[in-house]
């Protein structure tokens, strides 16, 4: 049962938003002449003038959410007043405070929506006791306070209260300096609160019914969301510090408005984990990988997008990050070294091959020349790599180098994402068994066939030509994302390390609140 904290305020005081109809007049109760005698005090004679100037005041201050932004500029505006009104204030605000109070059971602490200054003020009016402050001051910090905790509440748990392409967007520096722009690690369509959502949310705190609904709807109720909160709230009864600081961080993730898997086929891939999980639920069959990421340096990015095909042999397009970076500073001329890792340069004019020991720098870095590593056995990206759209040129792909599997630490690469069993993979994404092209993908990546016809093909024609791409008729989505508090296909949460420092991010602006 929600407390009733008022349902209206008693006295002349409470005539107070007659005054917000007529200007600047002090304005009392109409009541009879000994109710007059008994409670007419100047000290409760109230200004809408005044009120308006305190919260004008409290206008000025700085803003530390998206929603104090609407906040601020509303009453900056002229905005109604939603809380108060001639008769005081109504049980609606018993509804928002019965709300507030449990926000603990979302991670945050009642601090966040400044629950005990509201509590506090209304005391002041309900008692008569202001303790020496002028009741249009009191009255005005109380409209604005009521506001600035709804909006924070209803957007926080609608849409987060952190915006994660705001917060992971500037992290880290491009060149490593200061200055310099920030990288994109989080490329994903992320919904965030419009204006609209907050008229919206100001038209449903007008009624008690409204409002209580609005209140419960806002808050998220699927399963990844309740599977973690209750984690979050076995943990505190059970006095766990460390799980948790860890479910409330990935509570807040939760709450992030962007697409997840939905049913279908889908791959997953949790960089936290470094573990890739494929999921066909009209097969009801799923399988996990151990992957590669992106190092400290090189992060890879959080992103969505859809496998679109599938290539063998492929050759490896050295990014122009990393000629700059890491070719440019110590390997320009060094023959020996684009040897030993099969790198040629072409000269994209007229696609001829360019001798190292003839480069420059300022060559390298023109924008003339690409520098490219053979395909084959020999190749960084392996035999397979798995092609979607992004803005990166991150993919998945297929490795030389299969000993990093076994590393507990897998942040590796320089931002694709290495994957355990690429062939296995490969024949998931089907979109029905076909043991013939199976063993095509085999017999690309010089692997013996299983089938008869696979078996006849290579033994009538060995230098028969190989299957060098596929493109999947449907394409598969696949999720690039980061959760160090997430369900297993059994359900079990499992916990991981923050190997890119995300959750002291997250967990920093929480606090910081």
């Known amino acids: 049962m929600m407390t009733r904290l008022s349902r209206f305020l008693f006295l002349p005081l409470f005539a107070l938003l007659y005054a917000c109809h ?30 308006r100037k305190e919260i004008g005041r409290l206008c000025q201050q700085g803003v530390c959410m998206y929603a104090d932004s609407y906040t601020k500029n509303y009453y900056a505006e002229g905005g109604n007043y939603l809380w108060i009104s001639r008769h005081g204030i109504d049980n609606r605000t018993d509804t928002l405070l019965a709300y507030l109070r449990l926000i603990d059971k979302h991670g945050l602490a009642p601090q966040v929506l400044h629950v005990s200054d ?16 002028d009741v ?41 300096s200061p200055n310099s722009a920030y990288r994109i690690l989080f490329d994903i369509d992320c919904d965030v609160p419009q204006d609209s959502f907050y008229h919206h949310a100001m038209t449903q705190a007008h009624q008690a019914n409204s409002l209580a609904n609005f209140l419960n709807e ?41 697409p997840r898997p939905q049913g279908g086929k889908y791959v997953w891939v949790n960089l936290a984990a470094f573990e890739l999980t494929a999921v066909d639920e009209s097969r009801d069959t799923s399988f996990s990988m151990r992957v590669c990421g992106g190092s400290q ?3 890879t990015p959080l992103l969505q997008s859809a496998i679109q095909r599938v290539e063998t042999d492929p050759y490896w397009i050295i990014p122009m990050t990393i000629i700059r970076k890491e070719i440019v500073p110590r390997h320009v001329g060094d023959t020996a070294y684009f040897q030993r890792n099969h790198y040629r340069i072409i000269d994209k004019r007229n696609n001829e091959e360019v001798a190292p020991a003839g ?16 395909n084959g056995a020999a190749n960084s990206l392996g035999r397979l790599i798995f092609r979607f759209p992004n803005q990166f040129a991150v993919y998945l792909h297929d490795t030389n180098n299969h000993s990093a599997f076994r590393r507990q630490s897998r942040a590796v690469s320089h931002g694709c994402v290495r994957v355990e069993r690429p062939l296995d993979l490969a024949f998931f994404l089907m979109q029905k068994p076909d043991s013939i092209l199976e063993d095509k993908f085999r017999m690309a990546i010089d692997q013996k066939p299983h089938t008869q016809w696979g078996r006849k093909l290579l033994s009538d024609n060995p230098e028969a030509k190989k299957l060098t791409s596929y493109a999947y008729p449907v394409p598969v989505p696949v999720f690039l994302d980061y959760y160090t508090l997430y ?3 059994e359900g079990h949460l499992c916990s991981y390390p923050d190997v890119y420092h995300y959750d002291e991010e997250i967990e920093k602006i929480l606090r910081a609140f």
């Open 136 to 176: 249009n001051r009191v009255m005005g910090r109380l409209e604005y306070s009521l506001t600035k905790a709804f909006l924070r509440y209803t957007a926080g748990l609608r849409y987060g209260f952190i915006r994660p392409h705001k917060l992971l967007n500037h992290l880290l520096p491009d060149d490593g």
């Open 118 to 133: 509201i509590e506090h003020d209304i005391k002041l009016i309900q008692t008569k006791e202001l303790e020496g402050e």
């Open 22 to 51: 007529s200007n600047e007049r002090e304005v009392e109760l109409h009541v009879s002449m000994q109710d007059i005698k008994q409670w007419i005090n100047p000290e409760y004679r109230l200004k809408n003038q005044l009120i």
């Open 297 to 299: 340096r090189h992060k």
């Open 218 to 258: 806002v808050e998220p109720h699927d399963s990844l969301y309740t599977k973690i909160q209750a984690d979050y709230l076995a943990a505190r009864q059970k006095g766990d510090t460390a799980r948790t600081r860890l479910a409330y961080i990935n509570m807040e993730r939760a709450r992030w408005r962007y």
């Open 359 to 374: 480069m420059t720098a300022s060559m390298l870095t023109s924008g003339h020349y690409t520098v490219r590593q053979d």
């Open 487 to 489: 369900p297993d296909l």
